[in-house]
């Protein structure tokens, strides 16, 4: 997982995503610190989203992202990386909301995914308030985001304590994620109970009636975020007849996937608006 020093210094050296230049193209509105959770045990900061949105435009699909930070660090604010990502998706006509979670050692898992779930159900009810779709609803995350929505995806329970189910999302697109909790891995996020890890993997809960995937990884990722993890994950969605795209990012390391997320002349973000678009038109 990267450290703050790291990321800050891609950001804030200008090799930061540029502006997308593409037609069409619309202005971002931008909703900050919405809340989407006011009941027993609010936080404050980390029970908040931000709603990034293409002005003018109505009945848009978005892109629901959740950040990284190994479940102990980060937030939807982080050095202005994630303001960076949405602008570029909204100027093609794709809404963005970035969601805070509560991170450990103040909680462990799985508090972090049924925050996730809360804000995704918030989406999910009012997101034609602002325009969007809630049949058009893609779940993004990268590093520790991206097994959260993964497992958002996979494991229906969380969904299910909003009335909802998995056919909710349209599309997953773990870029850089875990989708196996090792055994003896973080246990201040999680705790340590086998059975807990296992039900925390994503693959343990791969089944048929899966949404669409499209999974990315850095060729020079970090161990358990690698191609690895990925291919097997890919494989075993693969088995149980779901569709999936896996995508090697060349030249890339667990940082930059992320930057070039954001960035409309990458492959990231091309393989990303290339997903929302031919699945919205189903």
Request: positive net charge; aromatic residues 10%.
């Amino acid at each position: 997982m990267p450290g703050l020093a790291v990321l800050s210094g891609l950001v804030l050296s200008g090799s930061a995503p540029a502006a997308d230049e593409k037609k069409p193209s619309y202005a971002v509105q931008t909703v900050k610190d919405v809340v989407y959770y006011d009941g027993p045990g609010q936080h404050k900061v980390k029970h908040k989203l931000d709603l990034y949105l293409p002005r003018g435009l109505k009945d848009f699909p978005v892109l629901f992202f959740v950040h990284g930070g190994a479940w102990v660090h980060g937030d939807k604010d982080f050095f202005g990386l994630y303001a960076l990502f949405a602008a570029s998706y909204v100027r093609q006509g794709v809404g963005v909301v970035v969601t805070n979670y509560r991170l450990s050692p103040a909680v462990q898992h799985p508090e972090h995914i049924k925050d996730v779930a809360r804000a995704f159900a918030w989406c999910h009810k009012n997101i034609a308030t602002y325009g969007g779709r809630a049949d058009r609803l893609f779940v993004c995350g990268h590093s520790a985001g991206a097994h959260l929505v993964s497992l958002l995806a996979s494991d229906e329970s969380y969904l299910k304590e909003h009335g909802l189910t998995s056919k909710a999302i349209r599309g997953v697109i773990p870029i850089s994620g875990p989708m196996i909790i090792p055994a003896r891995f973080m246990p201040r996020v999680f705790g340590t109970d086998e059975e807990v890890r296992k039900k925390a993997s994503p693959l343990s809960h791969v089944r048929k009636g899966l949404p669409p995937f499209l999974v990315l990884y850095a060729d020079k990722d970090l161990p358990g975020c690698d191609g690895r993890q990925a291919e097997r994950f890919c494989k075993a969605c693969k088995g149980q007849g779901n569709k999936v795209e896996l995508v090697e990012i060349k030249n890339s390391d667990h940082i930059r996937i992320m930057v070039s997320a954001g960035d409309a002349k990458h492959l990231v973000f091309d393989s990303i608006l290339g997903f929302i678009r031919s699945n919205c038109e189903k």
